[in-house]
């Protein structure tokens, strides 16, 4: 789906032998099977005895894994888990439009403590759910929750070496406080969906829906949809709704790079039968996003070259006669936007059996029958679903200051994707936009108790990356950088910095984060302990 910045590899040409991956597989057997990660010093104590050291914000895929890493590399800590609404699962609870499903494969996106066993690797919403909820149970995470509680601010006190958060309940709001602040907020809004206005919208007879606020309530069968937009959202939405829908349109401004995989992974699923689960799990891993590194790399050295494969593929499930050209070919390079996957060729199948049609055409308005396009066409609809995309946020939309005084975040540097210059005990987790997001948000948070192990170690209480004298006059790039996608533009502004040399760099590299939070000095001279 189109939320989780995370696709799935396409596979090109040849593919190293497994067994050339041992010592890869043997650092993530580690992971799964130990947790002897890092260094643990004595458990830091709290002014008060119910200040918990460490509030994880969201019981997401990232906040869920996030206390687990803790609970098996910083034993003894205290923590709580604030979650807004009433369940855990984020992303994977809260959309329930037809066909939900991840454009990840579950050997990536699922956790690198806890392999994935299902059959299918390209999971649908209430699988992916369903693993969450797993998790938690097994690790005993769900008593550490308190759901309904929503950050509205949070503010950091040098005198106090701790954070208070303001938080809104059902019961009116209350005051928390804590020692570490770990962020698993996601990176848009749950409540407002990006929907541009569309003239002549009132005119239109039928419910404009977006998938982000699906009705429970709403009957497609034998009606005509139309559905805006050219993302994963798009994609998953046509085949699984033009099954029982009269007809689908999807209407798309410009077209997006389109590719068809396999649901199941039969190396993964071979592999189950001869080896353990988890060192099935780890090669598997290792293969993925080997796969999805190449090909990314391969979009950036030779984008004609893999834009012509792309498309070749198209033509290969669509045939010679259909306009490829118009329908699929977009006019950036693959991976300057994400690649959208279609599972089992879903939605090519769908186009050919006639139930999905593709029109590229820009949007004059609605009226009372449909969607009028500038060409003069109209498409006629009972329905029609904005697929249009998201809205950014920072950090859950709280607002955030430093001894009172507030904090713009969009004014400070970005240390290795994950902390801002300036402000004290605090990470934030965002994961890969060019592959799976938890395979960065594992990062994250075995980083953030490799720093909590290593302020015990060290007697510090209060950590904080500061620019050096070098870093001052660093040129500035956007948080995320090379990558053309417009609910990213919409909102990057917002966003910190990344500068032009580590640790000011948020690198969207997995082989390069494994190296720099695992294994780089923490004592950089960046990190700032007091």
Same mark, same amino acid.
């Given at each position: 789906m189109s939320l989780a910045p995370a696709a799935e590899p396409v596979f090109f040409g040849p593919t190293a032998g497994l067994f050339s991956c041992l010592f890869t597989i043997c650092d993530y057997s580690r992971t799964i099977s130990t947790d002897q990660?890092? +260094?643990?010093g004595d458990i830091m104590t709290s002014a008060q005895g119910d200040t918990p050291d460490v509030i994880i914000i969201g019981a997401g895929l990232s906040g869920i894994g996030a206390a687990v890493h803790l609970q098996r590399h910083c034993p003894g800590k205290s923590y709580l888990i604030l979650e807004a609404r009433s369940a855990m699962g984020g992303t994977w609870d809260l959309f329930r439009y037809p066909g939900i499903r991840s454009d990840s494969d579950m050997h990536t996106l699922g956790y690198n403590f806890k392999p994935w066993t299902a059959a299918k690797a390209i999971a649908d919403g209430p699988s992916i759910l369903s693993y969450v909820q797993e998790t938690a149970r097994e690790h005993d995470i769900t008593p550490h929750i308190r759901f309904g509680h929503q950050l509205l601010a949070a503010n950091w006190s040098d005198e106090s070496a701790c954070w208070t958060l303001t938080v809104r309940t059902a019961q009116g709001e209350q005051v928390l406080t804590c020692r570490m602040l770990l962020m698993c907020s996601g990176y848009y809004s749950y409540g407002d969906a990006y929907t541009?206005?569309?003239?002549?919208?009132?005119?239109? &007879?039928?419910?404009? =829906?977006?998938?982000?606020?699906?009705?429970d309530d709403l009957d497609y069968r034998g009606k005509k949809v139309a559905i805006i937009g050219s993302g994963a959202t798009a994609m998953t939405l046509a085949p699984s709704m033009a099954q029982t829908a009269a007809q689908v349109t999807v209407v798309q401004r410009s077209p997006t790079y389109v590719v068809s995989r396999p649901d199941r992974d039969a190396i993964a699923n071979t592999l189950r039968k001869f080896l353990p689960e988890s060192w099935a799990y780890a090669i598997t891993r290792w293969k993925?996003?080997?796969?999805? /590194?190449?090909?990314? #790399?391969?979009?950036?050295?030779?984008? @004609?070259? +893999? &834009?012509? /494969?792309?498309?070749?593929?198209? #033509?290969? @499930?669509?045939?010679?006669?259909?306009?490829?050209? &118009?329908?699929?070919?977009?006019?950036?390079?693959?991976?300057?936007?994400?690649?959208?996957?279609v599972p089992n060729a879903d939605l090519f199948k769908s186009i050919r059996a006639g139930k999905t049609v593709m029109v590229t055409d820009h949007i004059k308005g609605f009226n009372a029958q449909g969607i009028e396009l500038v060409s003069g066409q109209l498409i006629e609809a009972d329905i029609i679903v904005t697929a249009t995309g998201l809205t950014l946020q920072v950090l859950g939309g709280a607002q955030f200051s430093k001894n009172g005084q507030p904090l713009d975040f969009a004014n400070t540097w970005?240390?290795?994707?994950?902390?801002?210059?300036? =402000?004290?005990?605090? =990470? $934030?987790?965002?994961?890969?936009?060019?592959?799976?997001?938890?395979?960065?948000?594992? +990062?994250?948070? @075995?980083?953030?108790?490799?720093?909590?192990?290593e302020m015990d170690k060290t007697g510090n209480t209060v950590c904080s990356p500061e620019l050096r004298l070098s870093d001052m006059n660093m040129p500035a790039r956007p948080f995320i950088d090379d990558f053309s996608a417009g609910y990213m533009q919409r909102?990057?502004? #917002? $966003?910190?910095?990344?500068?032009?040399?580590?640790?000011? +760099?948020?690198?969207?590299?997995?082989?390069?984060?494994?190296?720099m939070l695992r294994h780089d000095s923490l004592h950089d001279g960046v990190l700032q302990f007091s």
């Open positions: 990660l890092y +260094l643990r541009p206005d569309f003239d002549g919208r009132d005119q239109f &007879k039928g419910p404009v =829906v977006h998938p982000q606020h699906w009705p993925n996003v080997a796969l999805s /590194q190449f090909v990314y #790399r391969r979009s950036r050295k030779q984008p @004609e070259k +893999l &834009k012509r /494969q792309l498309l070749s593929m198209v #033509r290969k @499930e669509l045939g010679d006669d259909y306009d490829v050209e &118009k329908h699929f070919t977009p006019r950036y390079n693959p991976w300057d936007q994400r690649l959208c996957l970005s240390y290795k994707g994950l902390m801002f210059s300036g =402000v004290p005990n605090m =990470v $934030f987790t965002f994961g890969y936009i060019n592959a799976s997001w938890t395979l960065r948000a594992d +990062l994250i948070a @075995e980083f953030f108790c490799r720093l909590i192990n909102m990057m502004h #917002r $966003f910190p910095k990344q500068g032009d040399r580590a640790p000011w +760099l948020n690198t969207q590299n997995y082989a390069s984060d494994r190296t």
